[in-house]
């Protein structure tokens, strides 16, 4: 309902005006927070049910620069606004309340009327970035996210940076802007030195023969390899000389990095295809060929030191104990560049135009929280180099470490890490199990299909849902338990709700908005809206916050918003489910009931689905 907030908003500003002409002068010298508006109408959310829908408390700021008591103010306020026939159209009187808070509540068929633009709208109230800006489309989003390293084990710490990004993808999509879905996987650097020369030796053949080698092997080649590194001085030079040869570009060297980096990345495809992910790899090794103009560059602008050998920008307002400025190495001191350079080049380019470039408006990055100084070192340094424009916008989203039940990194029994393959399978594993348990209980009968389907589905929900329901910022305990059950704020609860409103529709509700007088083949029309009842009222309220919600997230990043609306969505469609008859109600009602219970399924199921989770007819 943010259109109607933002009507409101101006009503009340006028209303402001018209009743303190002077008051705008006077706040201004008085030296209001925001000169230039003094006048503020504090317009939000009613901060209980029984006060409305909003919540006006600018009277009370104006109490004393106009040295008038709130309460007087505020009626002052309200008599200007009812004098306003589109206010009157949007709500019922208002009501001062405590000092001088002003109640508003929005009118029932200004609601019905929210809730019939609704069913007609597939965006289900939500408008698109360009719908914003005047029809212009926005400048493109970067989502840099996932990104694991080549021929190193993706681990839960990725599992969480692909599920939240591609959430976060999800819903500025959804929001319209062109979205590019980043793998900034590390195919590159002095590791590929004793990888390749480790592979040269124990498997030449592999590098005439595809497929000699696969990944299940790769990390544990990755360990054999970095045991030898660490052991054999001769082993150690001889992979020096390697990182060498292959940025030289020998040919054989790029042949055994290209092979090791298309094992790794068939694996990581095995993930991203069972938790439909879409991404486009471009590896730190795209931006090889624009190192040495960023430090160069850096030293142009004057930011390079040579400190102790290596090249170094010190950053501005970030120092370490002994109180001197921390430096961000782009250089070190064999020449090399590092993971830095490379996220310097990386911004750099996403930010630059066409064709240079991805001609990005906003940057976002999905780590862990302990790459949170690097990526603040970056930003400021490319600010202050000009790489990002002045409108950029950059992000790091962080996020916290997974762990197991018992507060501890996440292990395996044996004290292993964790294989991705192996969590989603058990996800998967015992949703299955709780699925053949539940038949059973029910008496139900059903095919091997349609529980595979079921388990699959259900199981990698679940593991997505309890990564993105809690704030990403805390560690996470992962329970396999905790995130399957079927109560509580989680995926099961969600998916059983769309469920619920589907079996209405198959006990033959009407649920696509036709009128039973609409023949099958024409245009379906509305159903003439009636609402009476409380549960209604509260199911169609906590249905128009879903513009609010997506604004949030967008603003926010935190998918965590979006997953506390679903299951509050989905507890008060279960109240009035429970509460009030839908098929059973006489007309206009039962249609007007099975309106709301449509809505409520196609909001769950879009809302789901930008959290990347499909939904289920039956389970
Ligand atoms: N490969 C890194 C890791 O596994 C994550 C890369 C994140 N993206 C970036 N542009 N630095 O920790």
């Not at 060498?244 to 990581?268: H, I, M, N, T, Y």
């Not at 699925?435 to 029910?442: A, D």
């Not at 009030?580 to 449509?598: G, I, N, Q, W």
Request: proline share 6%.
């Amino acid at each position: 309902m943010l259109s109607v907030l933002h009507a409101l908003n101006g009503q009340l500003l006028a209303a402001m005006e018209r009743a303190f002409p002077e008051a705008a002068a006077q706040a201004a010298a008085i030296g209001g927070e925001s000169p230039g508006q003094p006048l503020d109408p504090q317009l939000g959310p009613a901060s209980k049910p029984e006060f409305g829908d909003f919540q006006a408390n600018g009277a009370l700021s104006l109490a004393k620069p106009l040295g008038q008591p709130p309460r007087q103010i505020a009626q002052a306020i309200v008599q200007q606004l009812e004098a306003d026939p589109a206010f009157s159209a949007l709500c019922e009187p208002p009501q001062i309340a405590g000092p001088g808070f002003i109640n508003l509540t929005l009118r029932p068929e200004r609601l019905t009327a929210e809730v019939a633009a609704r069913l007609a709208d597939p965006r289900l109230g939500v408008p698109t970035a360009a719908d914003e800006a005047g029809g212009q489309v926005p400048a493109p989003v970067v989502v840099d996210f996932s990104s694991p390293n080549i021929a190193k084990e993706m681990h839960v710490g990725h599992l969480r940076s692909t599920i939240i990004g591609d959430c976060l993808a999800r819903v500025l999509e959804f929001r319209g802007y062109p979205v590019l879905r980043l793998n900034h996987v590390g195919d590159w650097g002095t590791q590929f030195g004793m990888l390749i020369t480790h592979l040269k030796q124990v498997a030449p053949e592999a590098l005439d023969t595809a497929d000699a080698v696969d990944l299940g092997d790769l990390v544990a080649f990755y360990r054999q390899a970095k045991a030898r590194f660490d052991e054999d001085e001769a082993f150690q030079s001889a992979s020096r000389e390697e990182v060498v040869r292959l940025q030289g570009g020998d040919p054989l060297s790029l042949k055994a990095w290209a092979l090791l980096c298309e094992q790794s990345r068939r694996e990581f495809q095995k993930i991203y295809d069972r938790l439909d992910i879409r991404l486009s790899e471009r590896g730190e090794s795209f931006y090889n060929p624009y190192l040495q103009a960023v430090v160069d560059d850096l030293r142009a602008a004057g930011m390079l030191v040579v400190d102790d050998g290596a090249g170094c920008v010190f950053l501005e307002g970030v120092s370490g104990k002994d109180g001197k400025p921390l430096p961000l190495i782009v250089q070190k001191r064999d020449g090399g560049f590092n993971y830095a350079t490379t996220d310097l080049a990386a911004l750099r380019y996403r930010f630059a135009q066409p064709p240079a470039g991805d001609g990005a408006g906003r940057v976002i990055y999905v780590t862990d929280a302990g790459q949170a100084s690097h990526f603040a070192g970056v930003f400021q340094v490319a600010r202050r180099a000009g790489w990002i424009p002045p409108h950029g916008r950059v992000d790091h989203v962080p996020f916290g470490l997974v762990q197991g039940e018992d507060g501890k990194k996440l292990k395996t029994r044996a004290g292993d890490t964790v294989r991705l393959r192996d969590l989603l399978d058990e996800a998967v594993e015992r949703a299955d199990a709780d699925l053949r348990r539940r038949l059973e209980e029910e008496g139900r009968q059903e095919d091997e299909t349609f529980i595979a389907h079921v388990a699959t589905t259900v199981g990698l929900a679940a593991v997505k849902y309890a990564d993105l329901s809690t704030n990403r910022i805390t560690n996470y305990q992962f329970s396999f338990d905790r995130m399957l059950a079927l109560t509580g704020n989680t995926a099961p609860y969600l998916l059983y709700a769309v469920v619920r409103i589907a079996g209405i529709a198959r006990r033959g509700g009407d649920l696509k908005g036709g009128s039973s007088s609409a023949g099958g083949s024409g245009p379906a029309s509305a159903p003439t809206l009636h609402f009476s009842e409380p549960q209604e009222w509260a199911l169609i309220r906590e249905l128009l916050r879903f513009d609010a919600v997506i604004a949030e997230v967008e603003a926010e990043l935190l998918p965590n918003r979006l997953c506390s609306y679903l299951f509050e969505l989905s507890q008060v469609f279960n109240r009035f489910y429970d509460q009030v008859p839908v098929l059973k109600a006489d007309e206009p009602s039962r249609s007007s009931r099975l309106a709301l219970c449509r809505l409520s399924a196609d909001m769950l199921r879009l809302g789901l689905g930008l959290l990347g989770i499909p939904t289920l007819e039956r389970m």
